[in-house]
Nanobody, 125 residues
Framework: VQLQASGGGLVQAGGSLRLSCAASRRTFSRFFISWFRQAPGKEREFVAAINLSGGATFYGNSVKGRFTISRDIAKNTAYLQMNSLKPEDTAVYSC???????????????????WGQGTLVTVSS
């Protein structure tokens, strides 16, 4: 499956952005979808994940309560709604797709076989 991330941009602290991750295949519904981010000079960080049905979501500690992941199976698209953005949220955000995952592996980038290109989010103070 090919993934296309979009929606990044420049926003002031406290603002919001919504990222989209469009998949190329109808089998999109068979994959976990996650978002990771990587800031300059830092390691890749797990942001959020959503399971196959969309009934379960998972978040990294740094974004809990501010970010919301969702998916629209009919549109083969997943979303990351980011509210109350902070300068430390500045990073390249990438979406990834993986098969059936156990909960302990969800935050691990190595668990995902498909990656989209990143989209840059810049939060100014």
């Amino acid at each position: 499956v090919q993934l296309q991330a979009s929606g990044g941009g420049l926003v002031q602290a406290g603002g919001s952005l919504r990222l989209s991750c469009a998949a190329s295949r109808r089998t999109f519904s068979r994959f976990f979808i996650s978002w990771f981010r990587q800031a300059p000079g830092k390691e890749r960080e797990f942001v959020a994940a959503i399971n196959l049905s969309g009934g379960a979501t998972f978040y990294g500690n740094s974004v809990k309560g501010r970010f919301t992941i969702s998916r629209d199976i009919a549109k083969n698209t997943a979303y990351l709604q980011m509210n109350s953005l902070k300068p430390e949220d500045t990073a390249v955000y990438s979406c990834a797709a993986g098969g059936s995952l156990i909960q302990s592996t969800i935050p691990s980038a190595s668990a995902y076989g498909y990656w989209g290109q990143g989209t840059l989010v810049t939060v100014s103070s």
